[in-house]
T-cell receptor
Framework: DVKVTQSSRYLVKRTGEKVFLECVQD?????MFWYRQDPGLGLRLIYF???????EKGDIPEGYSVSREKKERFSLILESASTNQTSMYLC?????????????FGEGSWLTVV | QKEVEQNSGPLSVPEGAIASLNCTYS??????FFWYRQYSGKSPELIMS????GDKEDGRFTAQLNKASQYVSLLIRDSQPSDSATYLC???????????FGTGTLLAVQP
C-alpha cells in the first residue's frame, strides 16, 4: 500500500510565525503535491514537484514555498503565517504511468493560525 | 481554465438504493479520471479510476465514462449509511502531472 505520511496532524501557530509542514512517501513516487482544502472551495493546488529540487507553482502559491531535497520528502513552508492560511493541508504523491497519474493523499494537517 | 464540475448536493438516497454521482470536465485532452471518497475531517481516498469509454465495475461501485460528452459518473449500488461522504471527481490535466478536482458531491444515505 502507498503510504504518505504527514508528521504534524494538528498545529496552532501565531500570526507571523514560520511554519513547516513535512510530508514523506514510501513508494518512490516522482510527483508530490501540496493542496489546501477549505469548505466550499474544494482542493486547491499550492505547489507540486516532479523531481528532486524541482518545483512548480500551483493555483495558489502566494505566501507559501516548498522544498524537495530528497525524493521521498516534500516540505511546505509558510514564511510568515497569517490567519487566512488556517486550513487543512493535504500532501499527496503520484507516479505517472501509461494508465495515468493516480494521486494518493496523506492524512492531512490541520493548521490554525491565531 | 480547465475545470471539473460536480453538483455539490447534498444527494440524499435511502439505504439500499442506487446513488448516482455525476461529473463533467472541460479539457478534451484529459485521459484518466478518478473518484475519491472523503469522510468528514478525513483525507480523500481513491475509490476508482477509469481510462476507457464505458463502464468499470468494482464491487458495489461502477464508474462510467463518456469522452464524447465529457461526462463521468459513479454509481453506488445497495447504498449503505457508511457510504455517506463527499465524493470528489478528478481528471488528469492533459499533458501535465496534475489532477484537476471538482468541489465534490455530498452523499447522504438515509437508514
Amino acid at each position: 500500500d502507498v503510504k504518505v505520511t504527514q508528521s504534524s496532524r494538528y498545529l496552532v501557530k501565531r500570526t507571523g510565525e514560520k511554519v513547516f509542514l513535512e510530508c514523506v512517501q514510501d513508494m518512490d513516487h516522482e510527483n508530490m503535491f501540496w493542496y489546501r482544502q477549505d469548505p466550499g472551495l474544494g482542493l486547491r493546488l499550492i505547489y507540486f514537484s516532479y523531481d528532486v529540487k524541482m518545483k512548480e507553482k500551483g493555483d495558489i502559491p502566494e505566501g507559501y514555498s516548498v522544498s524537495r531535497e530528497k525524493k521521498e520528502r516534500f516540505s511546505l513552508i509558510l514564511e510568515s503565517a497569517s490567519t487566512n492560511q488556517t486550513s487543512m493541508y493535504l500532501c499527496a504523491s503520484s507516479l505517472l504511468t501509461g494508465s495515468g497519474n493516480t494521486i494518493y493523499f496523506g492524512e492531512g494537517s490541520w493548521l490554525t493560525v491565531v | 481554465q480547465k475545470e471539473v464540475e460536480q453538483n455539490s448536493g447534498p444527494l440524499s438516497v435511502p439505504e439500499g438504493a442506487i446513488a448516482s454521482l455525476n461529473c463533467t470536465y472541460s479539457d478534451r485532452g484529459s485521459q484518466s479520471f478518478f473518484w475519491y471518497r472523503q469522510y468528514s475531517g478525513k483525507s480523500p481516498e481513491l475509490i476508482m479510476s477509469i481510462y476507457s469509454n464505458g463502464d468499470k465495475e468494482d464491487g458495489r461501485f461502477t464508474a462510467q465514462l463518456n469522452k464524447a460528452s465529457q461526462y463521468v459518473s459513479l454509481l453506488i449500488r445497495d447504498s449503505q449509511p457508511s457510504d455517506s461522504a463527499t465524493y470528489l471527481c478528478a481528471a488528469d490535466g492533459g499533458a501535465t502531472n496534475k489532477l484537476i478536482f471538482g468541489t465534490g458531491t455530498l452523499l447522504a444515505v438515509q437508514p
